[in-house]
C-alpha cells in the first residue's frame, strides 16, 4: 500500500487532509495569498500616480509651453522566508516623474508680444519668491509699461532687470537672438537662459520652473516673434492610456477581491477541520 503525507497515511485516507491542513501549512498558504497582496498593492499604488500624472497632462493640453510628465517604474526582488521556505518577491514601484522635453509645435499667433523659443532654452521673470523659468511667452504690457506674464510677473531681460516701455512705443520687434526694437531703435534684449539638463528644472505649476542652478545664456536658441509654443501633450494617446490604467486599476483591485474570499475560505475550512 503506497504511503503518503507527513503521517505516513493511506492516500485515500481523509486523515490525508488533516495532515496537510495543520498550522504550519495553512500558515504558509495564507502568506503567500498575502505576499500576492502586496505585490498586488505596490503596483495598484504606482498605476494611481501615473494616473495622476496623465491627468495633469490633459488637463496641460492646452497649456502653452507645457512639457508632458510620466512616471518612470522600476522593480525590485526581496526573499521571503516562510517556514524555512525562501521564496524570490518581485515588487514593482515608481521611481519618479520625468519630464517630456520634446518642443510643442509653434502655432502664429501674429501679437508682438507672442515669442516661443525654438531649441534649449527659458524666459526669464520675476516673481515675489525669485526668478523662475518658463517657456510660455505670452506677454502683455502691464498699467505702468511692464512687460509681463500672463500671470503678471514681470520679463527680465538679459540683465535681470525688467523690461519697462514708455507712451512713446509704437511698435516693438523682436529678433531671433532676443534683441528688441522699439520703434526701429534697439531697446536691449530678452533674458533667454539655458540649462545643461532641463530635466533638473522643478515645475511649480503649469509652464513655470524654478532651478538652484545658475543658468547660462541660450547660445543656440532661437525667438521667434508672433509665435507661441503648444503643449507637447498627445490628448489622444494621453486618454487612451488613461483608459488602459482605469482598466489596470480594476483588475488589480478584483484579484485582491478574489484573494480575500481565498483567504477567508481557507481560515473557515481550517477551523472547521480544528
Not at 16 to 34: E, G, Q
Not at 253 to 267: G, P, W
Request: overall charge negative; some cysteine.
Amino acid at each position: 500500500m503506497r504511503k503518503c503525507g507527513p503521517e505516513g497515511e493511506n492516500e485515500n485516507n481523509f486523515g490525508t487532509v488533516r495532515a496537510y491542513s495543520d498550522a504550519s501549512f495553512n500558515f504558509l498558504r495564507i502568506t503567500i495569498m498575502d505576499n500576492g497582496i502586496y505585490v498586488t498593492l505596490t503596483r495598484q499604488l504606482a498605476l494611481f500616480r501615473d494616473m495622476d500624472a496623465t491627468a495633469n497632462n490633459i488637463a496641460n493640453a492646452n497649456t502653452t509651453g507645457y512639457d508632458a510628465e510620466h512616471i518612470m517604474f522600476s522593480s525590485y526582488m526581496t526573499k521571503d522566508a516562510s517556514q524555512g521556505v525562501s521564496n524570490p518577491i518581485s515588487f514593482g514601484y515608481d521611481i519618479s516623474t520625468y519630464r517630456d522635453n520634446t518642443a510643442g509645435a509653434l502655432k502664429v499667433t501674429g501679437n508682438d508680444l507672442d515669442v516661443a523659443i525654438e531649441g534649449n532654452g527659458y524666459f526669464t521673470v520675476e516673481t515675489p519668491l525669485g526668478t523662475r523659468y518658463t517657456r510660455n511667452g505670452s506677454f502683455h504690457i502691464a498699467p505702468d509699461g511692464t512687460m509681463v506674464t500672463a500671470e503678471g510677473y514681470p520679463v527680465l531681460d538679459s540683465s535681470a532687470q525688467h523690461i519697462v516701455f514708455d507712451e512713446s512705443t509704437r511698435s516693438i520687434q523682436i529678433g531671433e537672438g532676443g534683441n528688441l526694437k522699439v520703434n526701429g531703435s534697439d531697446f536691449g534684449n530678452l533674458g533667454v537662459a539655458q540649462f545643461d539638463n532641463p530635466r533638473l528644472l522643478e515645475r511649480l505649476s503649469g509652464s513655470m520652473f524654478k532651478s538652484n542652478i545658475i543658468p547660462q545664456p541660450a547660445q543656440n536658441a532661437r525667438v521667434m516673434q508672433g509665435m507661441l509654443e503648444s503643449s507637447n501633450v498627445q490628448p489622444v494617446n494621453e486618454l487612451t492610456h488613461m483608459v488602459g490604467l482605469q482598466h489596470a486599476v480594476t483588475d488589480t483591485a478584483q484579484f485582491i477581491a478574489v484573494v480575500y474570499d481565498l483567504e477567508r475560505k481557507a481560515a473557515d475550512a481550517w477551523a472547521q477541520q480544528s
